[in-house]
Nanobody
């Protein structure tokens, strides 16, 4: 099991940028595929982006593709989400999630495929 802590959320104007971080405990961070999800008030949690344990493979939801970039630094046990050209509809609590995997290439898009979750960080985009 890995402990995940998100940071970097805040209030930003539309068109602005934020970078979220997800710090993981333990010495086996490179063994975990990772993902970002978000949940807006009154809505279900939705997939945002995923990254393989090696960092080679990434995948994005259509709503953020071209604006958000997921990355990871296995030496720092940290995953990132660079968010550019933010829109009011990006306002949500953003969660990071992890899953222990054997394959260096695997990514997971479904909430139920992840085992460990952070507590979330609030992102608010004003119009």
């Amino acid at each position: 099991q890995v402990l995940l802590v998100e940071s970097g959320g805040g209030l930003v104007q539309a068109g602005g940028s934020l970078r979220l971080s997800c710090a993981a405990s333990g010495r086996t961070f490179s063994s975990y595929a990772m993902g970002w999800f978000r949940q807006a008030p009154g809505k279900e949690r939705e997939f945002v982006a995923a990254i393989s344990r090696s960092g080679t493979n990434t995948y994005y939801s259509d709503s953020v593709k071209g604006r958000f970039t997921i990355s990871r630094d296995n030496g720092k046990n940290t995953m990132y989400l660079q968010m550019n050209s933010l829109k009011p509809e990006d306002t949500s609590v953003y969660y990071c999630a992890s899953r222990l995997v054997a394959s260096s290439w695997s990514m997971f898009l479904a909430e139920g495929e992840y085992r460990d979750w952070g507590h979330g960080t609030q992102v608010t985009v004003s119009s």
